[in-house]
């Protein structure tokens, strides 16, 4: 499984952003989905989770009521977007599928950078 995000960039604080999440390979392997972020000099962390059939979501506290994660198996691309970005959202943003051996890939990270 390739995963490539894209989407990121430079927004002034309550700005939205849309990252997009694009699975290649054996996608029909592919489980749950999640975004993870890392700012500068900080450890990873969980943003956003959906399950297999995007009925199920979880949140990060810190952006809940403002980040939607959503999945589009058809088109085997997962989804976030971002409302009311905040200074502290600036980050690498990661994408994360595991397969169905709990196997987990990573994408290689798009940058978000939140200007106050």
């Known amino acids: 499984v390739q995963l490539v995000e894209s989407g990121g960039g430079l927004v002034q604080a309550g700005g939205s952003l849309r990252l997009s999440c694009a699975a290649s390979?054996?996608?029909?392997?592919?489980?749950?989905m999640a975004w993870y972020r890392q700012a500068p000099g900080k450890q990873r962390e969980l943003v956003a989770v959906?399950?297999?059939?995007?009925?199920?979501?979880i949140y990060a506290d810190s952006v809940k009521g403002r980040f939607t994660i959503s999945r589009d198996n058809a088109k085997n691309t997962m989804y976030l977007q971002m409302n009311s970005l905040k200074p502290e959202d600036t980050a690498v943003y990661y994408c994360?599928?595991?397969?169905?051996?709990?196997?987990?890939?990573w994408g290689q990270g798009t940058q978000v950078t939140v200007s106050s």
């Open positions: 994360n599928a595991v397969d169905s051996s709990r196997y987990g890939y």
């Open positions: 390979g054996s996608t029909f392997s592919i489980n749950a």
């Open positions: 959906i399950s297999s059939g995007g009925g199920s979501t």
